[in-house]
């Protein structure tokens, strides 16, 4: 389902305008970003938590060079779902993704 999927159908069952509805989804998502930026976990009861994890420095290989490179410690953005949210997905109807 693309974003704009989503608008419309928000936009549908909520009876909001469809320009209103992305602003509001922009905002959200522009909202998360920046929190996480700032080095902020977002937690969305009951969807799940956006968290930013901490990478240690590791020690690689650049195989076509046969060198040892360090990759230096870094923050990656990452999304934990909510136990409700999983056990919903897992006892959801999956008739789409069968066909």
């Known amino acids: 389902m693309t974003k704009a999927e989503i608008i419309s159908e928000i936009s549908t069952k909520t009876?909001?305008?469809?320009v209103d509805v992305q602003e509001?989804?922009?905002?959200?998502?522009?909202?998360?970003?920046?929190?996480m930026v700032g080095g902020d976990n977002v937690y969305v009861r009951g969807f799940g938590s956006?968290?930013?994890?901490?990478?240690?420095?590791k020690t690689a290989r650049n195989i076509s060079k046969n060198t040892?490179?360090?990759i230096p410690e870094h923050f990656i953005p990452s999304f934990k779902p909510a136990k409700?949210?999983?056990?919903?997905?897992?006892?959801?109807?999956?008739s789409k993704s069968d066909k």
Request: charged share 35%; glycine share 8%.
């Open 15 to 18: 009876g909001i305008e469809k």
């Open 24 to 35: 509001t989804v922009e905002a959200f998502f522009k909202v998360v970003k920046g929190a």
């Open 50 to 57: 956006f968290v930013v994890k901490k990478r240690a420095e």
């Open 68 to 70: 040892a490179i360090i």
């Open 84 to 94: 409700t949210f999983v056990e919903k997905v897992r006892t959801g109807n999956k």
